[in-house]
């Protein structure tokens, strides 16, 4: 069974996202922490421009990735990434289908049944990859439910004081993770953490 | 001019203590992260067994601190130390005197008079050492005020879900922070990151 990764950008306080939804403080390490192009592919590319450390960080994760799951935010924020999300097919749970969802010549998929269903599909969609999960509510919901492999945390070096919390509404807790790698890039440390199952 | 230094431990979602002010949780790595032994001296000495690269991190920083600055309630739990901290002259920010202190032969003085005061005191005994601080809420009002130079956060493996967070009630954020210098022990990650000021 393809493993279920959490990935995701968070300050040092908690946060992936600050008031008024702004990711880009704790998203900017992609485009600001070096000089290594990484190119994202799918159908809206971007070039990331990142420390060589980080660049390693992400060639090794990246190839390893065969599908996405997200909640809906996710998805209007990223614009639906133009029909194709770099890492596979997407796979984003949501209470309703967006207007004029699914496209033609769109891998993006949308699961109104459960968590449970979302995860099952994005692991029959990974060809044996990984599927890695972006989204503070989708990760919580993956937690809980005891459906998470790993957690891949890039923390950003900045405090934000307000916003939307990685970890909130956990079930479960103290949980103790396993120990995590660490790749420590310029102004954001990799830090990949194996869930322990019970 | 002493630089001051945050150290706390941290769980993964941002908590310094659980529900009931329980700390073993977030402090448990001095104590089960590998075979080297540290003595941490002063009057009520304790022996932390930890990895390699958590041993080569305490006896980095702990020759650079002269003096430490907390809060009245780390003094309660401590015990005072046995009355001399390990860190050198201990200084304990509190609305009150505790009842039977200062004591003879002991290096624990209070203050009375407000963060700014007891930081410039703290300065003063350090003997051109670094000031380390600890409490989150001696640590939240350094860092409001603007009197911190560095924050040294003991990432520790776990997810707590509740309890006393270490970056809460923050002025002046977002806040931008320098890079970290980061060294992977086994299932804590000590980060110190530079503070800007502005």
């Known amino acids: 069974m393809s493993d279920v990764v959490a990935i995701m950008s968070m300050s040092l306080d908690g946060f992936v996202a600050g008031p008024d939804d702004d990711v880009m403080q704790v998203f900017d390490w992609?485009?600001?922490?070096?000089?290594?192009?990484?190119?994202?592919?799918?159908?809206?590319?971007?070039?990331?421009?990142?420390?060589?450390?980080?660049?390693?960080h992400l060639r090794d994760l990246t190839p390893r990735l065969g599908a996405v799951l997200t909640g809906r935010r996710t998805f209007e924020v990223a614009q639906?990434?133009?029909?194709?999300?770099?890492?596979?097919?997407?796979?984003?749970?949501?209470?309703?289908?967006?207007?004029?969802?699914?496209?033609?010549?769109?891998?993006?998929?949308?699961?109104?049944?459960?968590?449970?269903?979302?995860?099952r599909q994005a692991q029959a969609a990974a060809g044996g990859k990984s599927v890695g999960v972006h989204g503070a509510d989708t990760i919580q919901q993956c937690l809980n439910a005891g459906l998470l492999d790993e957690i891949q945390v890039d923390l950003a070096a900045v405090l934000?004081?307000?916003?939307?919390?990685?970890?909130?509404?956990?079930?479960?807790?103290?949980?103790?993770?396993?120990?995590?790698?660490?790749?420590?890039?310029?102004?954001?440390?990799?830090?990949?953490?194996?869930?322990?199952?019970?």
């Not at 992609?30 to 450390?53: A, L, N, Q, R």
């Open 30 to 56: 992609h485009f600001t922490s070096g000089d290594v192009e990484i190119d994202t592919g799918g159908s809206d590319p971007m070039t990331f421009k990142v420390s060589e450390p980080s660049a390693g």
């Open 80 to 119: 639906g990434w133009g029909g194709n999300h770099a890492w596979g097919p997407a796979f984003v749970l949501t209470h309703e289908v967006p207007a004029g969802w699914p496209r033609p010549d769109s891998t993006v998929h949308f699961v109104t049944d459960g968590i449970e269903s979302a995860v």
């Open 160 to 198: 934000l004081g307000s916003g939307v919390r990685l970890f909130d509404h956990l079930a479960g807790t103290p949980a103790v993770l396993g120990a995590p790698t660490v790749v420590a890039g310029v102004g954001v440390t990799h830090l990949r953490y194996p869930v322990l199952k019970a």
